[in-house]
């Protein structure tokens, strides 16, 4: 018991710090909701403009009111003089909420035994307490596409808001099922594969792909002329992808199978977002012409072959842009999703500009995943997710001042904060 007290004991005093630091600090601990005024900043809409002088009115996790004298009532007033209201950002795939440490397994819950799991959803393998969660908020990103991965079809993805208990709190109303799409490309610079080999490879591959889509395909037949089936869980998901309820999302990198990829999703009919697609610079007019949208990244990433520039990656999106295709960026990772700014910023640098770099993590994104009409931009009856920066936040000198999910005011602290007060004053310190 002594031995118990004596731990308490000393978690208190290792605490105390960081708490008192909070409460020093005029913190709070827990989201919290209630009805704000975000007053005299600089409201960047993506959709309607740029507000100088403007406000914004959060009521009910909604934005009420966007425009200049908007009188307070009884709504607390946060002075944004000199700041920016921008709208919350989107990373369009990665492992946040299903990933705790990347070189730890028994922290990953993102692939399943087996390759075809359709049926296995993200949403449901999310942990809302994961410590990279707020880590990631507080540089903006409010929003994210939690994906599976591992086999032909890994599972079903899912975007979550970056607050709340439960997953299901978390759900922001889109889901879509991946597909990594068979290559013909060769796996690395290692694979000393014959020329023969790589093709037989991808022809036996694309053949497994449409034998299992036959197979869904006559399931959803069956299913719909109300015939007696045996539970499928695998074709049952499927089959709502050739209903037309779920999108696919196909990954696809190299050039030659992002021409295949837009020829199978045509042939088959099915709702599409291409996603990955590392390449899609060089067949951008193919892509656009088909109509489909596109998630790419990470954009902080090497060229896909020797023999290209150095900059591939970072022109990539921009290129596509240019040509018509609707692009969304992606941080492609879970640690650092809070890179996800960075990456656009080197879109934005690098071709694609500061205004489509920010609709690729804001509107496009919204459009993408079909809830543009709650989200991606700041407008009278959309949710209030958004962010309050000292200036551009694709720039790494920029803080990030207040951030709101849903009208939820998230505390602005995270364990790399607490850490960075604990030891900025240490007491005692080096010195006994």
Known sequence: MKKFKSIIYLMALLLFPMIAQAQFDGEFIKPRNGKFLLQN?????????????GSV??????????GQNIPAGDAEVIDCTGQFIYPGMFDGGSRLGLVEVNSLPETQDFAEIGQVTPNMRALVAVNPNSVAIPVTRVSGVTTTLATPSGGLFPGTAALINLNGYTADQMAAGFEGV???????????T????????VKRDAERAQKNLNDIWERATKYYEMKTAKAELQFYPEMEQLAKVIAGELPLLVEVNAAGDIEVAIKWIKEKGVKAILTGVAEGWRVADMIAESGLPVITGPMLSIPTRQSDRFDAAYTNPGKMAKAGVKVVIRSNDAENTRNLPFNAGFAAAYGMGKVEALKAVTINAAEVFGVADRMGSIEAGKDATLFVSSGDPFETKTQIAHVFIDGYRVPMSNRHIKLYQEFLQRSPGLEK
């Open 41 to 53: 900043a600089t409201i960047v809409t993506v959709t309607k403009g740029t507000i100088q002088n």
């Open 57 to 66: 009115l959060i009521a009910n996790g909604k934005i009420e009111a966007v």
């Open 178 to 188: 991946i597909l990594n799409f068979p290559t013909s490309a060769r796996r690395s």
């Open 190 to 197: 290692w694979d000393r594969r014959s020329e023969e080999d």
